[in-house]
């Protein structure tokens, strides 16, 4: 009879026992994988959220100071605009006195023949319904006079009141931008059924690297342009590039009425335009000569101004410096004569400056104009490169996000008290004892050239500035020196 080998017993249990342990470490391992990489996804999207708000938060600002700049362009176009009829209307008040005068005279020589003198009557009859169209026109004018200034006024409160708010922005983004970052990393901690995670946290590298981002953006990147203030309305303040550039801006933007009113019949010569003069004023004179061989006879002129106040405005000081501008956009490329040629229009040029209105000097002055003001506008060699050149900043301001959250936060296995004693848990590492995740945003300059609505009307592709509103945000690649600042030369492998 066969002897049991009582030894053997229990083997399949010891056998059950190993393979239900390496199992339960297998759950653990995956359980403490899946939620790593879950956290880590998480931490991942945080971070791109958060670096691209804070350059959507920057490409916002940049467009609402352009959109405040071209209301300032528009107004001082609207400016240029009331000067121009106010020229215009003392230019029509001098024709139609001047031309009484002639019909007049006429009719006195006729008036003493005696084959002429009935027609001479009539001469007459006409040149005294002429000076009363001159008398109502005069009226008219001394009443746009004074409305005229008044909107100039609302127009120049206006101005000074959008330089302000440009100015404004830019303070306030180099706060506003951490503190959006901020919100959007506390945001994201909240899952879909509104059960609240454990926030990650904004590192502190890179939170200082994001204020020095953001100061950048608005202080170097985009930087305050001056304009020279006057003490008084003829004085002329040295030119400077910063001013220059943005006479030239509004200077461009002048309607066809203001820029240039010309026309030759014969041998009249009408010429007429609006500048403006030494950044604090506008100046219009508006000219009729008769040229040709010998003749040189000045037939109707007119001028107008805007200035601050008509204190020591003498006309003829407000157009003198007037050389004349020059272009330097590539489409009208080169030099323009002053007011439109009205400068050098024979002797009525000369006429205008002396004599700009009638009765006197002071209807040619419209008050309250405050003159051009200070504006933001992107620096120097900013904005110069493609666009399309992802992460390079001189296409646009960059902004980087490390956030960061403590392994003890993230839910393994250790940390939320399952897999049995110590030897049975599979120990959480990280770098630091941290998880992070990295993530940068560039704003960029995109004026689209596809859409015929948006599109310029030469086609050419629009350089980045704060007087175009086409700033726009996407995610780029870190650069290696915001790495190299962050994380050091040895972590970045350099």
């Not at 940049?62 to 700049?69: C, D, P, V």
């Not at 953006?217 to 590039?241: D, F, G, I, Q």
């Not at 550039?245 to 009249?268: Q, T």
Request: proline share 4%; hydrophobic share 40%.
């Amino acid at each position: 009879m066969p002897r049991s080998n009582t030894r053997e017993r229990g083997q399949a249990l010891v056998l059950a026992l190993l393979s239900m342990l390496v199992f339960v470490v297998g759950v653990l391992v995956l359980f403490n994988t899946g939620q790593a990489v879950n956290k880590k996804v998480q931490l991942n999207n945080t971070a791109d959220a958060a670096a691209y708000s804070a350059a959507v938060q920057q490409a916002r600002a940049y467009n609402l100071i352009a959109y405040l700049n071209r209301a300032q362009v528009a107004n001082e176009v609207a400016t240029a605009q009331i000067v121009s009829l106010h020229s215009w209307m003392n230019f029509a008040i001098s024709g139609t006195d001047h031309f009484a005068d002639a019909v007049q005279a006429i009719g006195v020589l006729l008036d003493i023949s005696v084959v002429g003198a009935e027609v001479g009557v009539e001469l007459n009859e006409i040149a005294t319904q002429l000076g009363e169209v001159k008398d109502g026109m005069q009226k008219l004018r001394d009443g746009m006079k004074q409305a005229f200034s008044v909107a100039i006024l609302g127009l120049s409160e206006a101005n000074v009141a959008y330089a302000e708010a440009t100015r404004l922005v830019s303070l306030t983004e180099v706060g506003d931008i951490p503190a959006i970052v901020q919100k959007v990393i506390t945001q994201n901690a909240v899952t879909a059924n509104g059960s609240a995670d454990k926030a990650a946290s904004l590192s502190a590298k890179s939170l200082i690297l994001l204020g020095t981002q953001a100061a950048a953006a608005n202080e170097k990147y985009a930087r305050l342009y001056k304009v020279p203030r006057s003490s008084s309305p003829s004085s002329n303040p040295a030119h400077t590039a910063d001013a220059d550039r943005y006479a030239n801006v509004v200077m461009e933007a002048r309607d066809g009425f203001s820029a240039k009113r010309d026309g030759n019949i014969l041998f009249l010569h009408k010429r007429g335009g609006t500048d403006m003069v030494s950044y604090n004023r506008w100046v219009s004179i508006d000219t009729l000569n008769a040229k040709g061989g010998p003749i040189n006879v000045p037939m109707a002129w007119g001028g107008a101004a805007a200035v601050k106040s008509s204190s020591g405005a003498a006309f003829a000081n407000l157009a003198d410096p007037d050389k004349g501008w020059t272009s330097p956009y590539d489409n009208d490329r080169g030099h323009y004569d002053p007011f439109g040629g009205a400068g050098n229009n024979g002797i009525s040029s000369r006429v205008a400056r002396s004599q700009p209105a009638t009765p006197s000097n002071d209807a040619a002055i419209l008050t309250n104009y405050q003159g051009l003001q200070s504006y933001e506008d992107i620096a120097a060699n900013k904005a110069v490169v493609p666009y399309t050149d992802s992460g390079n900043p001189d296409a646009g301001p960059v902004f980087t996000v490390l956030v960061e959250q403590p392994m003890s936060e993230v839910r393994t296995s250790s940390n939320i008290k399952i897999g049995g004693p110590p030897d049975l848990q599979a120990p959480d590492k990280a770098q630091n004892n941290k998880m992070s995740a990295l993530a940068s945003a560039q704003v960029y300059f995109d004026r689209p050239r596809m859409l015929t609505v948006f599109r310029r009307a030469d086609d050419h592709r629009e350089l980045g500035s704060l007087f175009s509103p086409y700033w726009q945000a996407r995610l780029v690649d870190t650069p290696r020196s915001v790495k190299l600042e962050i994380f050091g030369a040895d972590a970045v492998g350099l």
